[in-house]
Every structure is written in C-alpha cells, then in structure tokens.
C-alpha cells in the first residue's frame, strides 16, 4: 500500500529564505506527483506537476523535482514571502486509472 | 464562472438525518472525487467517479453515498449522519489526461450535533 510522507508536519523560516519542503513514497511506480498549496479554510491549488518520466518542473519561484528510484519529492522555494505561508500538499497516483494519495502536508508560516 | 463548485459551505445537522453535499464541474472533467480533511488524518478519499455511472470507493466509503447521473454532478450523501462524520469535505475534478492536473472545490464545513 502507497504511503506518502511529509516531513516536518510545520516550519517557519525568515523572509527571503530559500527552503525545501520534503516528500516521500513508499512504492517507486509512481504515475505522476502532484504538489499543492491550501490556504487556511480554503480548498487545495495544485501549484506543480511532475510526470514519471520527469526531473523537475518550475513555475516562477517554485521548482519541483522528483526521484522516483529513491521515493523522494522536493518542492524549492526560492526568495521566501510572507504570502507563501500556507500548507503544502504532496500527491502521488499510481496508475493513470487510480485514485491520489495525498501526504498530511507540511505547514509553511513565513516570519516577516 | 467557469469552475468546481460546492454547496453549501456549512451545514449544521443533527445526528441521524439525511444530509447531502453537492457538488458541480463546468469543465466536462471525467474524473470526480470525493475528500474529507481531518486533523491528523491529511485528506481521505471516500469516493470517485472515471465517468457518468461509474463510482468507486475510496478509503472512507461506509456511511456515505454517491451517484453520477450526469458528468457535471457528484452529490455525495450522508445516509444518516454520525459525530464522526464532522469533517471538511472536499470535492475535485480531474480530466486524467497526462498532464490535466487536480482542481478542488472551497469545500464544506459539516458538524454533525
């Protein structure tokens, strides 16, 4: 059974720190993993997807890389705002046809 | 506007009765699913839907019903609400094509008294 896992569950950094935020996967055949943002009462955004067959994805300060062999995720935060404080959701599906598995998330607080 | 969404965004219901969340897509999306949010549990899969007429379960089926009679809509039924049932309750739509990512609804807030 796939377990995903978030590691720390919370983190403050200063402003304008970069950070890396950790995921991890029990079962290495993987279909895609999917990185989200949810503001506190507020549905999840999916910020980066990142296929089997991919490395890494960016999007602005945000890049995502994926090891699949190692079971292992990275979402980068570069120049670090209080608006990206929120929590961060890391999502694996295992087959096209399957459902997503969702880690508990890892609570980012940005400190002014 | 074009989207996922939810109603109602809170629902105060008593233990025992009937209580159903509704959900609707405009995008066509194939895939619909349903999630709950609990401290400490991370969101839980209850139910999902490939298509009109097909659903299956997630990892938190019992208690609850679902039906997909038209693509668009995913109402998701509490038979006859329990306590534990007091959740957030997240709806999302995913076309499932290879790089068609997950989008939510805002979600609803149900306490079951």
């Known amino acids: 059974k796939q377990e995903v896992t978030q590691i720390p569950a919370a983190l403050s950094v200063p402003e304008g720190e970069n950070l890396v935020l950790n995921c991890s996967f029990t079962d290495s055949a993987i279909y895609n993993l999917q990185w989200f943002r949810q503001d506190p009462g507020k549905g999840l955004t999916s910020l980066l997807l990142i296929q089997s067959s991919q490395r890494e994805q960016t999007s602005g300060r945000l890049n995502a890389s994926l090891d699949k062999s190692s079971g292992r995720s990275t979402l980068y935060i570069a120049a670090s705002q209080p608006g990206d404080s929120a929590t961060y959701l890391c999502?694996?599906?295992?087959?096209?046809?399957?459902?997503?598995?969702f880690g508990k998330g890892t609570r980012l607080h940005i400190l002014p | 506007d074009a989207g996922i969404t939810q109603s109602p965004r809170y629902k105060i219901t008593e233990t025992g009765r009937q209580v159903t969340l509704m959900c609707h897509q405009t995008?066509?999306?194939?895939?619909m699913f349903w999630y709950r949010q609990d401290l400490g549990h991370g969101l839980r899969l209850i139910y999902y839907?490939?298509?009109?007429?097909?659903?299956d379960k997630g990892e938190v089926p019992d208690g609850y019903v679902v039906s997909r009679s038209k693509t668009e809509n995913f109402p998701l039924t509490l038979e006859s609400a329990t306590r534990s049932q007091t959740s957030v309750y997240f709806c999302a739509s995913s076309h499932r094509s290879d790089v068609e990512k997950l989008f939510f609804g805002s979600g609803t807030q149900l306490s079951v008294l």
């Open positions: 839907s490939a298509a009109a007429d097909i659903t």
């Open positions: 995008w066509s999306h194939s895939y």
């Open positions: 999502a694996v599906l295992m087959n096209r046809d399957d459902k997503i598995i």
